[in-house]
């Protein structure tokens, strides 16, 4: 079986023979190519050999590869050129606290057997002699390829007891490479589901962002369209969520309904199925301030402010971790789903709407579409989505400002040209200008904008005017 080597990678093994080492290739380039993968999808690398990281460092001196540690603990070494690898030496390990997922205790060996054994799933521990061009598969893991299965190292109970952040890698392999998962393996994941609450928030968001894009990641294949979906339902019937985004295990539990067909969970898990790689933290999340509002008050008052508390907490930095900007966008998304609900908003107000949210339209109008479709069977999108989007698309076509960065007149000329304006308005006289640029794109003259200025300062001197 050929194992295709990028030719940097051909002269790193050949350092190592010089100094008496071998150099294996580990993991999913291996199994990647085994299945036959374009090589677009080989990107990352990880080499591994009974070379001591000391070593290491010193026969890569005064060589075209660089070296540094990422994990001195676990003798995990960067080595790079014009390609990046990640060099792990053969190893056994020792976990002091059940579960999680770096361990006390490191024992390098020489034996490459041994170092399969403290490895994930069979599919990942399959070796590639780069000088002698030859597969190593101690553990079967070709046949677990073949079968499309996976399957634990060791016993499942060992696996899992000792770092549960696998439990989340096995969902991630089942659903990006359209797997099934051993039966064994499985239940002992669920066994041990309760021990993701000693993993950091770090490694839960890393593993749950790429099941959220699980269809993403080998698109080719034709087996994976709902590969993201499919991940949730290992997720919920693993009882993994409520360690994740414990909102979603309150909704469910919950057991409230979105219509007599379905409950809201069922709702929620649907539209997030239909929706866009983009949007997809939006679809889980676009309902949980009516749901908390309706379990809290009986109705649904306060639920964009609710909604807005509970994204902070399941995303923020008491949650998953997600940055800023990602959770700011989502709770924007989801304040904003809902906008023209009955579809009786005025075009006016349309343009206005989309002025004030043009960063994340699209992601509103894509989340709109999803909730649409789920709601009425694949049958059509969303008529209001289309009308916001049609309405964008005739403001671009007339040139009609999008910001006050677009209007054809700036601060400093209002400063000079009204008398006594206060400075400090500015800003809100440039906001007043766009919304009139808005409606009547041919305004956006320096000579209209200036008239229109005025006539807004006039009528509102004490607010305007020193």
Sequence with gaps: MNIRVPDELNRLAHIFYSNNEKLYIVGGFVRNQ???????????????????????????????????????????????????????????????????????N???????????????FRCNAIYYDIINQEIIDPLDGIKDIEKKIIRTTEEPKIVFANDAERILRMVRFAVTLGFKIDNETYNEAKNNVFKLKYISNFRKREEFSKIVTADTKYDFLTDIKYAHARGLVFLDDLDAIKYILPVL???????????????????????????????RLSALLHDVGKAKAKMEYGN?????????????????????????????RVKNVVFCADFNKFGIESAKNIKRFIIENKENLWLIIKLQNAIRLEKSNLKRKSI?????????????????????????????VLITKIKNIRVNKISQLLKELLYKCVDWPA???????????????????????Y
């Design 443 to 465: 305004y956006n003259n320096q000579e209209d904008l200036l008239r229109l200025a005025n006539k807004i300062v006039s009528k509102n001197k004490e607010e305007y005017l």
């Design 106 to 120: 490191v024992e390098f060996v020489d034996n490459l057997e041994i170092d399969a054994l403290r490895r994930d």
């Design 384 to 412: 209001r989505a289309n009308r916001l989007n049609k309405i964008y698309e005739d403001m671009i076509n007339k040139g009609t400002p999008m910001s006050v960065s677009d209007l054809k007149i700036k601060g400093d």
């Design 300 to 328: 649904f008052a306060g639920a964009s402010e609710l909604a807005s508390v509970i994204i902070e907490k399941n995303l923020g930095s008491e949650g998953l971790g997600f940055s800023k900007k990602i959770t700011e």
């Design 249 to 279: 295990s309150d909704i469910k539990n919950s057991g409230l309904k979105a219509d007599k067909n379905k409950t809201l969970y069922e709702h929620i898990i649907n539209v997030f199925a239909l929706s866009d790689k983009e949007v």
């Design 34 to 104: 085994i299945m036959g993968f374009p090589d677009k999808y080989n990107i990352d690398i990880d080499v591994c050999s009974s070379a001591k990281p000391e070593k290491i460092i010193s026969m890569l001196k005064d060589t075209e590869f660089s070296v540094r540690y990422m994990n001195e603990d676990v003798g995990v070494l960067e080595i790079k050129g014009n390609i990046r690898v990640e060099h792990a030496t053969f190893r056994r390990e020792k976990y002091a606290l059940p579960g999680v997922h770096l361990p006390n």
